[in-house]
């Protein structure tokens, strides 16, 4: 299984950004699929998750309401909107998938394929 992540850039506060990372095969559709992030300095921390239904989606409190995680199964991809940014999401965005469930997505160490990550920069 292969993860490409893409969509990342620079941009102004209160941009948006929309990433998107495909996989080789239908993993999303039996798999978790979850964003990450690292800022320089700190651990990777999770972002997001969408459960292989699509229809369960779960957030970290500092991104609820500004970002949205989505699926589109036919082109085996999961997108992170990301709206209102601020300087503090500053980071490598990584995709990544595996047999997460509910109690564990939040783990680094429940995500079995990572991609490589994209650079989001926030920044006046």
């Known amino acids: 299984v292969q993860l490409q992540a893409s969509g990342g850039g620079l941009v102004q506060p209160g941009d948006s950004l929309r990433l998107s990372c495909t996989a080789t095969g239908r993993i999303f559709s039996e798999y978790t699929g979850g964003w990450f992030r690292q800022a320089p300095g700190k651990e990777r921390e999770f972002v997001a998750a969408?459960?292989?239904?699509?229809?369960?989606?779960y957030y970290a409190d500092s991104v609820k309401g500004r970002f949205a995680v989505s699926r589109d199964r036919a082109k085996n991809t999961i997108y992170l909107q990301m709206d209102s940014l601020k300087p503090e999401d500053t980071a490598i965005y990584y995709c990544?998938?595996?047999?997460?469930?509910?109690?564990?997505?939040?783990?680094?160490?429940?995500?079995?394929?990572w991609g490589q990550g994209t650079l989001v920069t926030v920044s006046s």
């Open positions: 969408i459960r292989p239904s699509g229809s369960n989606t």
């Open positions: 990544a998938t595996g047999r997460a469930i509910v109690s564990t997505l939040t783990s680094v160490r429940a995500y079995t394929y």
